[in-house]
């Protein structure tokens, strides 16, 4: 079967089965970002001593496919001093880095789409072009406040962007590579989740989550949105399936910062702990984590203020991160890194 | 023709196309996105070379936040198309002079025999260390003055730049947030004891 269609592709053939796997990884996360919606809605129900959707469906599970079907039968309005072309390349751009960043993520040892061997740098390259979906989308609208929301997403994405670098390349500090399956594979060790970077990288970990928050744009760092202030931001003419696919990329980023959040500083698909067997469960048990503490942050801060936004980044986030990357530096020298506690991680 | 010969065209007319966009456009916020475009297909190019560090740097370093701020200036901008036309015939000639010696120059060092030799003896990048360590061994080890030299450039750049635009506003609403935290509800609220009009 499989010697048969790669004949009939013939030179094409790697390109088709890559196509193949990229829609066996993107399906699933389609339906993740549709019942993340619902997620979010029950979760913020519950906490604020509500319901949340329990109309469609038993227990509101139909909810996220009513969404879907009425976003899909709305009219996508342009305006009329819009820029045509720019307006309906906002949304794809802003979806493509939120779906290509996938490429790299390893589920386990053998189930990875590319196993490149920067794919650190990779993911760090792809997801810093989100921000030009928002920023187009701004511009192309031709109104005043869509702009102002594109002005301060692009200030907000820039500056959060220097100190989830930094904690990354603590990271990479700590296992010697930018491949992302090596990373997980050093932190793999007796002590199960104690081996893990979330207890030497604590800081960095902190500081990474934030900035992942503020990076998609999601509460309490949703000034590019800011309702209450500029109306809906840099998606305020947006309707239908254009105002839809914004929303598919700000749940498929929160998926993925989770993503990264699980590998990076909580051993990806490792167990916690040593007689249960590692898997990709493990991988989706702690992406949930993340995922329940974005929903958790939403439901619990309000919104910064924009100029305390710029503070938190540049005055604290940073100097905190090239503080820790000075320990670690330290820490992973020579007489410090075989002393009895150090040993566990600086190995 | 294989499959990488299609990329290479792909990538190479897009980077020509992107290329000319830049120049030819006459929106100042398209042109930009036209180098963001360039800058892409670019370091697609350079991938194919097996150069991933510094494609996938072109990528996060230009692309990812250059460009970025380069467009939040040129939107901010109402640039004037007129009045940057003015005087086109005249300096026309100036123009042209500078890039046919520009062209010219191009050709000869393209040409010439030193540069179809250029990494002929150089070794390639060993199968079992990544070429991003690789880099960085050279980097650290055989160019560390080089480096530290123009790390020191930018920093005095960094500094310069700041100090040119640094001036205190007067109308400034800035906020200390450390005094903001250590306020208490005794500076902000006075309580005052007194009869209500029930007991009158």
Redesign the interface.
């Known amino acids: 079967m499989m010697l048969m269609l790669q004949d009939f592709f013939g ?2 053939w ?2 088709v089965w890559a196509l193949v796997k990229i829609v066996v990884i993107v399906m699933p996360m389609m339906g993740a970002v549709a019942y993340l919606t619902l997620a979010e809605r029950k979760v913020i129900g519950y906490m604020q001593i509500r319901i949340g959707p329990n109309r469609v469906g038993p227990l509101g599970l139909l909810q996220p496919i009513a969404d879907a079907i009425k976003l899909l039968m709305k009219e996508i309005v342009v305006p009329a001093g819009a ?1 045509k072309f ?1 307006f309906l390349l906002g949304p794809v751009l802003s979806i493509m880095p939120a779906l290509a960043a996938w490429a790299v993520i390893p589920f386990t040892p053998e189930l990875v789409l590319s196993n ?3 794919s650190l ?2 993911i ?3 997801t ?2 989100g ?2 979906g928002v ?2 989308a701004g ?1 192309a609208s031709n109104s005043k406040y869509a ?1 102002l929301g ?2 301060r997403s ?2 907000q ?2 500056s959060y ?1 220097i100190a989830m670098g930094f904690a990354l390349v603590t990271v990479l500090m700590m296992s010697h ?3 992302l399956l090596e990373i997980v594979k050093a932190q793999q060790g007796p002590l199960g989740f104690l081996q893990w970077n979330w207890i030497p990288l604590f800081p960095m970990f902190v500081v990474y989550v934030i900035a992942g928050t503020a990076e998609t744009n999601r509460a309490p760092f949703d000034v590019a949105e800011g309702e209450s202030e500029i109306v809906a931001g840099f998606h305020v003419e947006y309707s239908g399936m254009t105002f839809a696919i914004f929303f598919l990329a700000e749940y498929a980023n929160m998926i993925l910062i989770s993503a990264l959040t699980s590998i990076m500083f909580m051993g990806g698909w490792l167990s916690p702990v040593g007689f249960l067997p590692d898997g990709m469960l493990w991988l989706f048990a702690k992406m949930s984590f993340v995922l329940f503490l974005f929903l958790w942050f939403r439901a619990t801060f309000p919104r910064y203020r924009y ?2 936004i710029m ?1 938190l980044g540049w005055k604290v986030l940073i100097p905190v991160t090239l503080v820790w990357l000075v320990v670690v530096g330290i820490l992973m020298q020579e007489p410090l890194r075989g002393l009895p506690v150090l040993n566990i991680w600086f190995h | 023709m294989d499959f990488t010969t299609v990329i290479f065209s792909a990538f190479a007319l897009t980077l020509l196309g992107a290329g000319m966009g830049v120049i030819l456009s006459r929106n100042p916020v398209h042109a930009a996105l036209f180098l963001v475009l360039a800058f892409f297909t670019g370091a697609g190019l350079w991938m194919m070379l097996e150069a991933e560090f510094l494609a996938i740097t072109l990528v996060l370093v230009y692309v990812g936040a250059v460009m970025v701020l380069f467009l939040f200036v040129v939107m901010m901008l109402n640039v004037d198309l007129d009045r940057l036309r003015e005087g086109f015939w005249q300096h026309l000639p100036l123009g042209a002079g500078v890039a046919l010696i520009m062209v010219a120059e191009m050709v000869l060092v393209v040409s010439s025999k030193q540069f179809s030799k250029l990494g002929a003896d150089l070794q390639p990048a060993s199968e079992t260390v990544s070429n991003t360590r690789d880099l960085g061994m050279q980097l650290y080890t055989h160019y560390v003055y080089p480096f530290e030299l123009a790390s020191v450039i930018l920093l005095v750049a960094i500094v310069a730049a700041i100090a040119l635009t640094l001036r205190k506003r007067k109308d400034s609403k800035h906020l200390d947030p450390a005094q903001q935290v250590l306020v208490k509800a005794s500076d902000r609220l006075r309580i005052v004891s007194m009869r209500s009009e029930g007991d009158q």
């Open positions: 030179p094409f790697p390109a820029d720019l490149v061997d920067a740098l990779y760090m390259a792809i810093s072009m921000v030009y920023v187009i511009w702009f594109a002005m692009a200030a994405i820039v962007e590579s930018l491949n100029d305390q503070r």
